[in-house]
């Protein structure tokens, strides 16, 4: 059901989905990420989906590291999906330099604001610059929902 959410999120379920960004696909994979999975045809439904799939479960490893809790572990494996890993890092490692909990999204979420000012240029701890967050806390919001959606019309055996 949290598959079916992202995909339908990313692409509403269509193979020929293509991102001003480059993504192609169910789930929106950039060729050099598919690439690094050894996947060559981001049109072929099936390996879209392993292309997928296999990059959300190296960023839910890399977050494992972190122990959080497994709704948060969700959540900024999603993040990273949507905004890449090093800027989810960057949101981290600010959370940490204003003493704020760094494994939770909520937290993450109230400095992000701080995060579009120019000021955040000067900050040791954010390496990529200005995030606006807009995108990627809409994101994890809708799958999320989804996620609740497709529970509730298709309860877990």
Known sequence: RMLAAVVYQ?????I????????QGLMQ???STARHYGIDNLLDPEKNLKAGTQHLKRLQCMFEKAEMDHSELI????????AGEGRIADCRRFA???E?????WDEIVSLIPLMREDSILEEESVKLGKFQGHETIAYIDNIMNL???FCTICPSI
């Open 100 to 104: 704020k909990n760094s494994n939770s």
């Open 10 to 14: 990313e692409s509403r379920f269509s």
């Open 96 to 98: 940490e330099a204003k």
């Open 75 to 82: 959540k900024f494996t999603l993040a990273a999906y949507n």
């Open 147 to 149: 996620y609740n959606a």
């Open 29 to 31: 994979v950039m060729p």
């Open 16 to 23: 020929n989905s293509r991102s001003h960004r480059g993504a």
